[in-house]
């Protein structure tokens, strides 16, 4: 069974940092595309940030750029989001999903709130 959780997620000030993890079953983590998402209230889901299978290629939304890193553990099965100089407009609740970042399976989420 395919199976997806997310942590880390907090309240963190403006130009503050939080690490996201996402420690998946059911597969290999390296062998799929994984993303993470990200929704706030009222708004579309927003894809964020993404690592290719096997090789590990990433590529982020330009909002994120330079401020996000994507990673991943394949020893520990997790996927990692790496977050740096939050704004309050990256509040949102975070998701990893696998495969289709549109449809793909995804967890729970985690909440992040950036604010002062």
């Known amino acids: 069974e395919v199976q997806l959780v997310e942590s880390g997620g907090g309240l963190v000030q403006p130009g503050g940092s939080l690490r996201l993890s996402c420690i998946v079953s059911g597969f290999a983590v390296s062998n799929y595309p994984m993303h993470w998402v990200r929704q706030a209230p009222g708004k579309e889901v927003e894809w964020v940030a993404f690592i290719s299978s096997y090789v590990g290629s990433t590529s982020y939304a330009d909002s994120v750029k330079g401020r996000f890193t994507i990673s991943r553990d394949s020893a520990k099965n997790t996927l990692y989001l790496q977050l740096d100089n939050l704004r309050t407009e990256d509040t949102a609740m975070y998701y990893c999903?696998?495969?289709?970042?549109?449809?793909?399976?995804r967890g729970p989420g985690t909440q992040v709130t950036v604010s002062s």
């Open positions: 999903v696998k495969d289709v970042w549109s449809s793909g399976p």
